[in-house]
């Protein structure tokens, strides 16, 4: 009886690789965690865009999918639909499939928080250094400032 069980263990490992394998073949491959997120606004100072201890979490599979959720410091549930406005613009999230194009990151998204986002493409610039992944967006108009530009820096690091 432990022959065909550790046969059946064997083929299990050869169709299930170890996840260390996937990272080392993509190393953006993996759970990260936010550490930080930044806008400059006009080459100005770095500022806290999503308060001082943002959440996040990045999701890269080996298939190719990329799931992405932020949300900002110091959140309070809402109690009516004047917060829950306000929480929706304290937060980021989408998914679809990712590749990648020299140091750019690009993820054809399919479903997302903010449907003009749907069937876009999200670019970013990728920096791996040790255990963190930095992503920083191309300096764009500001959606919030007009006249304008800014860029952002996400630092994320490594769950292990």
Do not use: C
């Amino acid at each position: 009886m432990r022959l065909p069980l550790l046969g059946l263990g064997l083929i299990l490992l050869t169709i299930f690789p170890h996840p260390r394998a996937a990272t080392e073949q993509n190393p953006l491959v993996g759970s990260w965690r936010m550490v930080s997120y930044q806008r400059v606004l006009d080459n100005g100072e770095p500022q806290n865009g999503l308060g001082e201890h943002p959440k996040g979490i990045v999701i890269l599979t080996p298939e190719g999918r990329a799931i992405l959720l932020t949300t900002a410091d110091g959140r309070k549930p809402a109690a009516n639909d004047t917060d829950r406005a306000e929480l929706w613009k304290s937060m980021v999230a989408y998914s679809g499939k990712y590749r990648t194009e020299g140091n750019d990151f690009i993820t054809s998204v399919d479903v997302s928080w903010n449907e003009e986002w749907n069937g876009t493409e999200q670019r970013r610039h990728f920096k791996i250094e040790g255990d963190k992944l930095i992503l920083t967006t191309s300096p764009a108009p500001s959606p919030i400032y007009p006249g304008k530009s800014y860029y952002a820096k996400a630092v994320f690091e490594r769950e292990k």
